[in-house]
């Protein structure tokens, strides 16, 4: 059973275990089977667009207009499924909402910037705005199986400090990680996730102004545990590819699997993003 609040459902990404998939956070559970090392790249600083400064922290204007967004989000054959949405949250709340713990210890940042996060999230920017969109699949329909998995899911946050935002590209290309566990736990339940990191690089994409950050998944699993220590649940997941980037204060990962021109794709989604923010 996958939990709502575990961190991968945060996400909304497509969680497929045996013949079962759902996605989250709107579905809450779903019924699951049986039980390289990462490339250097160039300076991180010219993974970092331009846009300007905010001060805005959860503020009802800017959490309106990033909610917008997700009005502009497409990927070609792909839709939410209906009736889900993805509120907006704050770090602290979308990141607080588990403990977790990531051996080794040494890739904890990179595992922070992975996901858009820092270390001052519980602290000085537990009141940045975060805003996960999707999970996208064909035809807006969760498919019923893992073969030929197609799914897009956008995860997007706006810093209150620009000088913070810079660390996620620079976290992400100076890491030396290829795989790491995070165990997390909520509610009564702890989960083992499993991170494989094929390759980090960077990567010029049509129409943006700045390089992003390109980060390649091999197939990972996560192992869910009940409050008596037992295994209730595994789900195994999809080599995937993220695209981050950050503009100023506002970062965007962009997050892939099976999608056709994922490359040009994904540059319109963080272009859009790029636009649309710059517009606040």
Not at 50 to 70: I, Y
Not at 231 to 244: F, I, K, L, N, Q
């Amino acid at each position: 059973m996958i939990r709502e609040n575990h961190p991968r459902a945060r996400w909304g990404r497509a969680v497929v275990a045996g013949a079962a998939c759902c996605a989250l956070p709107l579905l809450a559970a779903c019924d699951g089977g049986a039980e390289e090392p990462s490339d250097a790249s160039p300076s991180a600083e010219a993974s970092v667009g331009d846009v300007g400064e905010t001060t805005a922290t959860s503020g009802g204007a800017l959490k309106l207009h990033l909610a917008a967004f997700d009005s502009l989000v497409a990927f070609e054959g792909l839709a939410v499924p209906a009736g889900q949405f993805s509120p907006v949250d704050s770090a602290e709340g979308f990141y607080g909402s588990a403990t977790s713990v990531v051996e080794p210890a040494s890739c904890t940042a990179f595992h922070q910037a992975a996901e858009l996060g820092s270390d001052a999230d519980l602290g000085a920017a537990a009141q940045d705005l975060i805003n996960p969109v999707g999970p996208f699949f064909v035809d807006g329909v969760p498919p019923e199986d893992e073969e030929d998995l197609t799914v897009a899911s956008v995860l997007t946050r706006v810093f209150g400090d620009p000088e913070l935002a810079s660390t996620v590209p620079a976290a992400l290309l100076e890491s030396e990680c290829t795989a790491y566990t995070v165990t997390s736990s909520w509610d009564g339940t702890t989960a083992a996730d499993e991170r494989v990191i094929t390759a980090v690089d960077q990567l010029d994409l049509p129409g943006l102004a700045a390089p992003i950050v390109r980060v390649r998944h091999g197939a990972e699993e996560s192992v869910f545990y009940g409050p008596d220590g037992e295994v209730e649940h595994r789900s195994t997941y999809e080599p995937r590819t993220a695209y981050v980037h950050v503009a100023g204060p506002y970062a965007i990962s962009v997050e892939v699997v099976g999608v056709e021109d994922e490359e040009a794709q994904a540059a319109r989604v963080i272009q859009a993003y790029v636009d649309h923010m710059g517009a606040a």
